[in-house]
């Protein structure tokens, strides 16, 4: 099926490069706050911009799409503080699950899959989702994981390139200014190699730890696969959401945890070994899951 095929060719990559970053890690030893800072302060943020910069979303559905997005993030995050509270978990645990759970992997995977599901029209719609995603995780992501007072995390969100990459690039985009002399390549090619060197350090994080999934990892997991579709799902349902916008919400949802929750926690602060083994377990554990939430949303 085109769904399977995409999804094969999104975590099988991944995959290797994970194993190579592993292997490196086992036998030569490396400086991987070095490696996540220029990741973050660098390559990241030329990403970032260089993707909202070359966005294509349709405007069709935008509110809805919006709207959808917006509730169902602030459910999925009232039932996991919740959910702390009531089984008293540490706050660094719960601080994990949502990280996880807020975080998903709606670039490389989200659009790959809706593009082969849903077509053209679905991919321009994911794209909205991509975004949306995108200025939560690095707009609002620093300051909520690092901690403190209001105040003092908008501080630290603005000394941070991410925010400002993902501010410029929007704005370039709306107001149609293209960058001369070719520098949006430059930018691009910095932005390339982002994942490549994001995902090595991840494999590099697993070699110096015992790999093992505990509860943790089990429950950062569905609560990404599972409850993230399930409550979009429901959403979607109560604000009478158009057909391919539901499916949209739905699928971007129930992508696995984005391999950027385990650079924000390596360098903001929280468990960074157990969200790297969530990352991992999410991606190979969505080969079961989203076949069943495409099967949900009506796509065979």
Known sequence: MPHMQALLNTVLPVALVVLAGYLLGKRVPMDLTTLSRLTLYLLVPALIFDAMYRAEYSREGLLGLTLGFALTYGLLYLFIALAGRLLRLSPEAAKGLLVCALFPNSGNM?????????????????????????????????????????????????RLPLFYALFLGLLLKAIGIALPFRLDEGVRLMGQAAIPVLLLTLGMQMAKTRFQVGAFEGVASGLRLLLAPLL??????????????????????????????????????????????SVVVSTFLAFLTVPLVLYLVGVR
């Open 232 to 277: 979009a799902y429901g959403v979607g349902a109560l604000l009478g959401l158009p057909r391919l916008e539901h499916q949209v919400l739905v699928l971007q949802s129930a992508t696995p945890v984005a391999v950027n929750a385990f650079l924000m926690t390596q360098e903001f602060g929280g468990d960074a070994v157990r969200v790297a083994r």
């Open 110 to 158: 989200g659009l790959s899959l809706v593009y082969f599901a849903l077509g053209e029209e679905g991919l321009r719609r994911a794209v909205v989702y991509f975004i949306l995603s995108s200025a939560v995780m690095f707009g609002l992501g620093p300051a909520f994981i690092r901690g403190g007072g209001l105040r003092e995390g908008l501080l630290f969100t603005l």
